[in-house]
């Protein structure tokens, strides 16, 4: 277990190397002692400072919803960061690669709720009857510090989290199983990745079950109006300048970033 004084050094790290765009050595390597605990608290540190430069908080993501990338991470469950007003982007918007140290995209499910959620106890009806709406969406996942990273640097840097696209047809969550929504993700013109929300802990909105009782023990509520990213169902795929991430959600349409 880490001291304030490291918690709040390791913050300045996290800070810098995002205003730098620099990935800074990892916390697990700078911090032996560091534990999950601390990880969460080292988030909500930088994201406190953050609101208290000026920004908002929109909402979470959720990440490490399947089993391949939990058994990578060698984690038993999901992780959580923040989602901040300066991260939303328009669809097809034009970004500048150079805002992110190494810049990943993930196609996701994007629940805008309607309701309160607050845990524990939150189930899988709970978070469809609070959910107003639910919409393709584009993750940007970028790393603050170097590869590789243990569960305990990812955490501490916002689960990664650096941009949100939505896009596409939003739908409301009782008209479709969620389960059997699809995405073809292309970079460029190639495919490269095709997926199921299923592979979201069976339902993507088990994803928002999961954060909300999660959250709940620390007396966070899932606000309505906050976007929750629900997780990845495929692979993250790269980013490079002049690339165009196109993901093609079939029934609710698509949603595109590119970056310049």
């Known amino acids: 277990m880490l001291t304030d004084d490291q918690r709040a050094k390791a913050a300045d790290i996290l800070l810098e190397a995002e ?23 080292i ?6 400072r953050k609101v208290a430069e000026g920004r908002t908080v929109i909402g979470h993501k959720v990440g490490l919803t399947s089993k391949a990338m939990q058994q990578s991470s060698q984690i038993d469950e999901p992780d ?24 990943r995209v993930e196609p996701e499910l994007a629940f805008v709720l309607g309701k309160p959620l607050k845990g524990p106890g939150i189930g899988l009806l709970d978070v469809l009857r ?17 590869n590789p990273r243990k569960i ?70 899932l606000e309505p109006g906050h976007i929750m990213l629900s997780g990845s169902f495929t692979r993250p795929v790269w980013a490079d300048k ?5 993901a093609d959600f079939g029934p609710l349409g698509a949603v595109a970033v590119q970056f310049v």
């Open 80 to 103: 959580y960061g923040h989602l901040l007003d300066d991260m939303m982007l328009a669809d097809g918007a034009k970004v500048p690669h150079a805002n992110y140290c190494v810049p």
């Open 130 to 146: 609070a959910t107003e709406y639910v919409v393709p969406a584009i993750e940007i996942i970028d790393a603050r510090v170097q």
């Open 242 to 246: 002049g690339d165009t991430l196109h």
């Open 43 to 48: 988030q909500s540190e930088v994201t406190r």
């Open 152 to 221: 305990f640097d990812t955490v501490a840097d916002n689960g990664a989290a650096a941009g949100i696209v939505l896009g596409g047809r939003p739908i409301k969550p009782m008209d479709l199983d969620l389960r059997w929504v699809g995405a073809i993700f292309y970079r460029n013109s190639e495919i490269e990745e095709t997926g199921l929300a299923a592979g979201v802990l069976g339902n993507p909105a088990m994803g928002i079950a999961w954060l909300a009782n999660k959250v709940g023990r620390f007396g966070t509520v």
């Open 19 to 41: 205003r730098t765009r620099k990935p800074a050595l990892q916390l697990s390597k700078t911090f032996p002692d560091i534990e999950i605990e601390d990880s969460y608290a």
